[in-house]
């Protein structure tokens, strides 16, 4: 069975961090892109970031660039990522997911997702 889980998720004060795990389990792991997205009260759905198989090369939406980072560990088949200097505006269910062709910020590429994690950043 195919499954992704989120967990890592909270409420934050402004400036703080959070890590977010995305544990896989069920398929070929270190065949597949992982995708973080995150979806806002009210928007859309939107991606943050995703790594490649390898790790190499990394994407970024333009609003959490140089604050978070995406790494994975094949062996333990996870992702994370890590969120630094968090704002009010990163308030979201995020959501990790996977797919098997190259990395993307479309939501409708991916067809492997998790359940979320709720993320409040507030004072």
């Known amino acids: 069975q195919l499954q992704l889980v989120e967990s890592g998720g909270g409420s934050v004060q402004p400036g703080g961090s959070l890590r977010l795990s995305c544990a896989t389990s069920g398929f070929t792991f270190y065949a597949y892109k992982i995708g973080w997205f995150r979806q806002a009260p009210g928007k859309e759905r939107e991606g943050v970031s995703c790594i490649s198989s390898s790790g190499g090369s990394p994407n970024y939406a333009d609003s959490v660039k140089g604050r978070f980072t995406i790494s994975r560990d094949n062996a333990k088949n996870t992702v994370y990522l890590h969120m630094n200097n968090l704002k009010p505006d990163d308030t979201a269910v995020y959501y990790c997911?996977?797919?098997?062709?190259?990395?993307?910020?479309?939501?409708?590429?991916?067809?492997?997702w998790g359940q979320g994690t709720q993320v409040t950043v507030s004072s």
């Open positions: 997911a996977a797919r098997t062709v190259y990395c993307s910020f479309s939501d409708a590429d991916f067809n492997i």
